[in-house]
């Protein structure tokens, strides 16, 4: 499995981003998708979740609300829309897949390059 994230960029306090994450290569019917971001000198931590069969989604609590994961069965592909961005949303955001199971720790079995989200204040 392949998995190309894109959709980063510059963005003031406030505002809105939408990223995305294509999967391409083998795909598994009960598999799991994700977003974690790292910031400069701390640990890759868990955005959000969601489940490729029936949808269900997870969140962290700091995202929580301002944050709307989705996909797009026949796109392959997964989205994470962004609103209300603050600084500390700045980050590398990185898309995973699972091959089973949605997880909140980093131990999914794909991940993709990550693309850079700088909020400015």
């Known amino acids: 499995v392949q998995l190309q994230a894109s959709g980063g960029g510059l963005v003031q306090a406030g505002g809105s981003l939408r990223l995305s994450c294509a999967a391409s290569?083998?795909?598994?019917?009960?598999?799991?998708m994700g977003w974690f971001r790292q910031a400069p000198g701390k640990e890759r931590e868990f955005v959000a979740a969601i489940a490729w069969s029936d949808g269900r989604t997870y969140y962290a609590d700091s995202v929580k609300g301002r944050f709307t994961i989705s996909r797009d069965q026949s796109k392959n592909t997964m989205y994470l829309q962004m609103n209300g961005l603050k600084p500390e949303d700045t980050a590398v955001y990185y898309c995973?897949?699972?091959?089973?199971?949605?997880?909140?720790?980093?131990?999914?079995?794909?991940w993709g390059q990550g693309t850079q989200v700088t909020v400015s204040s």
């Open positions: 290569g083998r795909t598994f019917s009960s598999y799991a």
């Open positions: 995973a897949a699972d091959r089973y199971n949605v997880r909140f720790d980093a131990k999914y079995h794909y």
